[in-house]
């Protein structure tokens, strides 16, 4: 069954260190996506990042940066020099192919990130 | 674009009431609208799955009887919480999907509600 697992619940770190979310998944499909949520303390969730599971280019943007390991089941989430404004729970998904089509999204428990200024 | 909205934003109401949720797609016409649960400090879990037109789909475990939904557009659809306990009591999010961004959900910012 498919399953996502993020083992940190939550990382607390000081203002400009680098910081690193897990993200381990379980997938029986040969074609996948993987994504990357934050949910700030108001809850609305802010898509961060797709990935297909034919790309296992890393990414970057700006601050943020993503390493995608297939052979380890592995999609990690990097903050460099992490602000206070980071602080949030940061959620992991991957989605599910169903017989009608669509696409089922399934979440990790998530990782609470507090930073410290 | 690609904006999703949910009305109410917040809600309280008494124990035996019934609520309803909307959920809008804003300037898209969505293939297929998901429900969300997520009570404090846990994760998003699928309630259901609704397509235009058709019945919803339900994760097991969910009753269908108690949460029902309404896809009556390709803009808009409900969540009807039937009978509400304060065990319902929770954050409910909706998301909507169209087949040409390869499926990606858009999520709605979340409907509070408290049962008192």
């Known amino acids: 069954a498919q399953k996502v697992t993020q083992a940190q619940t939550e990382i607390s770190v000081v203002e400009k260190e680098d910081v690193t979310l897990d993200c381990v998944y379980e997938?029986?499909?040969?074609?996948?996506?993987l994504f990357w949520y934050k949910q700030p303390p108001s809850g609305e969730l802010v898509f961060l990042i797709r990935r297909n599971s034919f790309d296992e280019q890393n990414e970057i943007s700006g601050r943020y940066s993503w390493n995608f390991q297939k052979s380890t089941s592995s999609f990690n989430f990097t903050i460099t020099a992490s602000q206070v404004v980071d602080s949030a729970v940061y959620f992991c998904?991957?989605?599910?192919?169903?017989?009608?089509?669509?696409?089922?999204?399934?979440f990790g428990s998530g990782t609470r990130l507090l930073v410290r200024p | 674009g690609a904006v999703v909205s949910q009305h109410p934003s917040w809600v309280i109401c008494k124990s035996g009431t019934s609520v309803k949720i909307e959920c809008r797609s804003l300037?898209?016409?969505?293939?297929?609208m998901f429900w969300y649960r997520q009570f404090p400090k846990q994760s998003l879990m699928l309630m259901a799955t609704s397509n235009e037109g058709s019945k919803a789909t339900y994760e097991q475990g969910v009753e269908k009887d108690k949460f029902l939904i309404n896809h009556a557009s390709l803009t808009l659809s409900t969540l009807t919480v039937t009978s509400a306990h304060p065990e319902d009591s929770s954050f409910y999010i909706c998301?909507?999907?169209?087949?040409?961004?390869?499926?990606?959900?858009?999520f709605g910012p979340g409907t509070r509600l408290t049962v008192l």
């Open positions: 997938t029986r499909d040969t074609t996948y996506y």
């Open positions: 998904a991957l989605s599910e192919a169903r017989m009608d089509s669509s696409y089922k999204l399934i």
């Open positions: 300037d898209f016409q969505a293939t297929t």
């Open positions: 998301s909507a999907s169209v087949t040409r961004y390869h499926n990606e959900q858009f």
